[in-house]
T-cell receptor
């Protein structure tokens, strides 16, 4: 099956700086790559996603890039704010039927 | 819309007891799934369903049963609880190939 690796496991940045989280996947058939934010005591919530026919997608301060050849995708958060502090998960899916998640990145934004 | 609801929020069981975790969604989503979340391991798929009457196994199905008699409900059954099943359980729903919506989770402790 699919194997998704995520790095780093923890990340601390100063408010206003950028944060980058990277994931790799193993199955070249994966074609849908969502990113989730999980706040303490809550379920994960989608923040951005990308499909395999697109190389980059942006939504205000959040962007995701995908390199199909290298089988990796990254989450970029610019101008970080304290409310960005949370655990972030990447995932990979083949046509949205089974999702395989990374192990998560705990992001702390220091005011 | 209530979205995805899960009950109970917390549960403590003794080894060998059985119980059912409830999950319901009111978005008419075809796809529903159950995950467990353990520290440092991300979310792992237990079982999923692509529609009423259809279920399939995910990465870690042993010790769990599911059924999908209606579009709205997808209960997860633990037949004989074991300490290794101590975890946080999340239910999710989506249209195939699209954003998954997660419930708030059930925190289960097996003594």
């Amino acid at each position: 099956g699919e194997n998704v690796e995520q790095h780093p496991s923890t990340l601390s940045v100063q408010e206003g700086d950028s944060a980058v989280i990277k994931c790799t996947y193993s199955d070249s058939a994966s074609n849908y790559f969502p990113w989730y934010k999980q706040e303490l005591g809550k379920g994960p919530q989608l923040i951005i996603d990308i499909r395999s026919n697109v190389g980059e997608k942006k939504d205000q301060r959040i962007a995701v890039t995908l390199n199909k050849t290298a089988k990796h995708f990254s989450l970029h958060i610019t101008e970080t704010q304290p409310e960005d502090s949370a655990v972030y998960f990447c995932a990979a899916s083949i046509s949205g039927n089974q999702f395989y998640f990374g192990t998560g990145t705990s992001l702390t934004v220091i005011p | 819309n209530a979205g995805v609801t899960q009950t109970p929020k917390f549960q403590v069981l003794k080894t060998g007891q059985s119980m059912t975790l409830q999950c319901a969604q009111d978005m008419n989503h075809e796809y529903m799934s159950w995950y467990r979340q353990d520290p440092g391991m991300g979310l792992r798929l237990i079982h999923y369903s692509v529609g009423a009457g259809i279920t399939d196994q995910g990465e870690v199905p042993n010790g769990y049963n599911v059924s999908r008699s209606t579009t709205e409900d997808f209960p997860l059954r633990l037949l004989s609880a074991a300490p290794s099943q101590t975890s946080v359980y999340f239910c999710a729903s989506s249209y195939p190939g699209n954003e998954q919506f997660f419930g708030p989770g059930t925190r289960l402790t097996v003594l």
